[in-house]
């Protein structure tokens, strides 16, 4: 029988999991043994590579070529995780969590059914939220060109030996720094208000 192909995560017996974690376990004919779920995937290699020297395995079919021996392979092995009280009480708490938020939609969606006019009026009350803040940071903007302008002209006129109107120590010289970025285009939805601070 050829060896078997490696998987996705680059290590024979190893795969990664929907949570990030990684799973690691040896076959030998139809037995599958199940080596647990490892933090990194160099711990889950590590595991079956142990496993394998254990069970006999040529040096040919491990991950890592080199480990010689089989206390080799023990010492660079991570130890076996051990579920502790803590870590079933974390188990737990993720567990209500998730049934909160699951019954939390299912009610959303319920309430949904039953009351489409309050869906129609909450998306009403958002777009013209979104159309508010809209026009309001396009007004802003406008403002901000104007200011500036008006400061960039005054510079303009005192570096050609004028008289401008501000005084030395008027606010409106530092205007001529503002930025006028065009940060709000027509299909704004108004996600995102932290572009108002330039």
């Known amino acids: 029988m050829p060896p078997r192909r490696r998987s996705a995560s680059g290590y024979r017996g190893v795969r990664e999991l929907p949570n990030g974690g990684f799973y690691a376990e040896i076959r030998s004919g139809d037995l599958r043994l199940s080596l647990g779920t490892y933090d990194t995937v160099h711990e889950a ?3 079956f590579d142990a496993a394998a020297w254990r069970l006999g395995r040529p040096r040919r079919q491990m991950n ?7 206390q ?7 130890p076996p995780r051990v579920n502790s009280a803590q870590d079933r009480a974390e188990h737990s708490a993720r567990q209500r969590r998730l049934l909160v938020a699951q019954e939390d939609e299912r009610v959303m969606a319920e ?19 979104r ?14 060109r104007r200011r500036k ?4 002209a ?8 004028g008289s401008s ?25 108004g996600a995102d208000d932290w572009s108002d601070w330039d």
């Not at 890592?64 to 089989?70: A, D, P, S």
């Not at 080799?72 to 991570?78: E, G, S, T, W, Y």
């Not at 026009?135 to 403002?143: G, K, S, T, V």
């Open 165 to 189: 109107f501000f005084t030395e120590e008027d606010e409106r010289w530092f205007d001529i720094w503002l930025s006028t970025s065009d940060d709000t285009n027509d299909d704004d939805d």
């Open 131 to 144: 159309e508010e803040d809209t026009r309001r940071r396009r007004e802003e903007r406008l403002d901000r």
């Open 72 to 78: 080799q392979a023990l010492d660079v092995a991570p």
């Open 45 to 47: 290699a590590r595991a």
């Open 154 to 161: 005054q510079a303009d006129i005192v570096n050609a030996c």
């Open 64 to 70: 890592f070529q080199n480990v010689y021996t089989l």
């Open 111 to 129: 309430w949904h059914w039953r009351h489409p006019e309050n869906v129609a009026y909450e998306q009403g009350y958002w777009a013209r939220r």
């Open 149 to 152: 302008a008006l400061a960039s």
